[in-house]
C-alpha cells in the first residue's frame, strides 16, 4: 500500500507547487507590525500605526495618519532580483480623504544595498489612487534593470517633492496590507 499512497502523494502535490509563487517582500501584510519597514515622514507630522482595527488580511495593516497636506512613506526590506526578470507588484489599500492619485506603491532598483548613496534609483508604480474608498488593490508590472541586483518597494502618500504642493483637505489616513512581490514567469 505504501508505494502507492506515496507517488499519488506527490503527484497531487505537484501542481499546488508549481502554482505557488514567493512572496518576496519580508512582512508584506505587516502582522509583524513594521519590523523590517522604514518610515519616513516626507511632509509631517505623520503616525505610523499598526492597525488591528481593519485588515484585509490576517490580524494587521499599516495605517498612516497624515495632517493636513502630510506625506509619508514605508519602505519594505530589500530583496533580490535579477536583471531583465519582470515581476509583479500588488498591494492592497484603504483611505479617507487621500489626496487624488498619492496613494500607490513604487519600486526602487538598486545595484548594491538599499540605502547606499551611490544606488541609482530607477522608479516604477503601481497604479494610483486617492480620495475615500474601501480595500482596493494597486497592483503593476515592472521590469528589473540591467544592472539591479535588490529592489525595495514603498508604499506611500504621495512622497515625491514635484507634488508636495497639493493641499488635502484635511487630515487623512490611508491603509496597507499584503504588498506581495512575485517573479513574473
Ligand atoms: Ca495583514
Redesign the pocket.
Known amino acids: 500500500m505504501m508505494r502507492l499512497l506515496i507517488p499519488v502523494t506527490l503527484a497531487a502535490l505537484a501542481p499546488a507547487l508549481c502554482m505557488a509563487q514567493e512572496n518576496l517582500v519580508a512582512n ?4 509583524a507590525g513594521l519590523e523590517g519597514w522604514i518610515t519616513d515622514v516626507i511632509v509631517g507630522p505623520v503616525e505610523f500605526v499598526k492597525s488591528t482595527d481593519t ?7 499599516l495605517q498612516m495618519n497624515m495632517t493636513k497636506d502630510g506625506r509619508g512613506i514605508a519602505r519594505s526590506a530589500g530583496f533580490a532580483v535579477e536583471p531583465g526578470k519582470t515581476y509583479r507588484i500588488s498591494v492592497w489599500a484603504s483611505a479617507e480623504g487621500a489626496p487624488e492619485n498619492m496613494v500607490y506603491a513604487r519600486v526602487h532598483w538598486w545595484k548594491t544595498e538599499p540605502g547606499v548613496a551611490s544606488a541609482e534609483l530607477v522608479c516604477s508604480d503601481t497604479n494610483h489612487a486617492g480620495g475615500t474608498f474601501g480595500w482596493q488593490e494597486l497592483a503593476g508590472t515592472v521590469t528589473a534593470p540591467s544592472d539591479a541586483t535588490k529592489a525595495t518597494v514603498r508604499v506611500e502618500t504621495g512622497g515625491d517633492t514635484g507634488v508636495l504642493s497639493t493641499e488635502t483637505a484635511g487630515p487623512f489616513w490611508v491603509r496597507f ?2 504588498l506581495v512581490v512575485t517573479a513574473v514567469e
Do not use: N, R
Not at 55 to 60: D, I, L, P, Q, V
Open positions: 508584506g501584510g505587516f502582522e485588515t484585509h488580511s490576517g490580524s494587521a495593516s496590507d499584503d
